[in-house]
């Protein structure tokens, strides 16, 4: 389907001069600081699912986890992290919440039964075939302290073109509703957040994950997301 006019002539002025395209293929190719290691992928995801900031919060602590549990070989794949015990006192001091320490050694724990050759393929297949309109019905969906913002960051971590329904997004969606004669845009949700978003995809021609870096880039304190651009 060709763009609308009516929806690219509004959305196009937030995207200018915003590096989109880049944004969204630092995940798509695993072009971030955690690179293409999925322990660290899933500790990120784990590290992020109680709203921390990602320069003060979620970096630092996956940054603990790594120096460890992968520096020291005490963790090598998803099989050895999922033996690791909740209260484990390294982990406690590397994530600290119990919802980020459960988070983190139960996805492990359903990766590890994953048919696939090796973690990353674990990984980046689940994502890839994860449906986010029954996120609550799949094994990680259903872990207690993954909700659909978690679940969704994963997937992007794990290279999905998708988009993750936080604050920045329903802001994005909620401004281009209000400069559009009509839309079916609804943000009441997360997963009518979601469907927004990708209407909003088919129409305009820009992809989930770009709209998705559109809203954060747009929407986020350019101080913040500097040093966030620097710490990838």
């Keep these: 389907?060709?763009?609308?006019?009516?929806?690219?002539?509004?959305?196009?002025?937030?995207?200018d001069g915003v590096p989109y395209e880049d944004l969204a293929r630092d995940f798509r190719e695993f072009r971030r600081w955690t690179g293409d290691d999925p322990l660290l992928l899933i500790a990120e995801a784990a590290a992020a699912s109680t709203g921390q900031?990602?320069?003060?919060?979620?970096?630092?602590?996956?940054e603990r986890f790594r120096d460890a549990f992968?520096?020291?070989?005490?963790?090598?794949?998803?099989?050895?992290?999922?033996?690791?015990?909740?209260?484990?006192?390294?982990l406690v001091e590397a994530?600290?919440?119990?919802?980020?320490?459960?988070v983190l050694l139960e996805i492990a724990r359903v990766l590890t039964e994953w048919p696939a050759d090796d973690d990353l393929a674990a990984l980046v297949d689940w994502a890839a075939t994860a449906d986010h309109y029954r996120y609550d019905e799949d094994p990680i969906g259903a872990i207690s302290g993954v909700g659909p913002s978690t679940f969704q960051y994963l997937r992007q971590l794990a290279g999905v073109g998708t988009v993750?329904?936080?604050?920045?997004?329903?802001?994005l969606l909620e401004a281009v509703d209000d400069d559009l004669e009509s839309s079916p845009i609804d943000t009441a949700t997360d997963r009518l957040t979601?469907?927004?978003?990708?209407?909003?995809?088919f129409v305009s021609g820009?992809?989930?994950?770009?709209?998705?870096?559109?809203?954060?880039?747009t929407y986020t304190d350019p101080e913040e997301r500097e040093a966030t651009l620097e710490a990838w």
Excluded: H, N
Excluded at 1 to 15: E, G, H, K, N
Excluded at 81 to 88: C, G, N, R
Excluded at 194 to 201: K, M, R, T, Y
């Design 206 to 217: 820009y992809t989930p994950l770009e709209l998705d870096r559109i809203a954060w880039w």
């Design 164 to 171: 993750t329904p936080d604050p920045t997004i329903e802001r």
């Design 95 to 102: 994530l600290g919440a119990q919802r980020k320490r459960q």
């Design 1 to 15: 389907m060709q763009p609308v006019p009516a929806v690219r002539s509004v959305l196009d002025p937030y995207a």
């Design 194 to 201: 979601i469907a927004s978003c990708e209407w909003l995809a």
């Design 53 to 62: 900031r990602f320069v003060d919060g979620i970096k630092p602590a996956v």
């Design 70 to 90: 992968l520096e020291t070989g005490r963790v090598d794949s998803f099989a050895a992290l999922a033996e690791i015990d909740l209260e484990d006192d390294d």
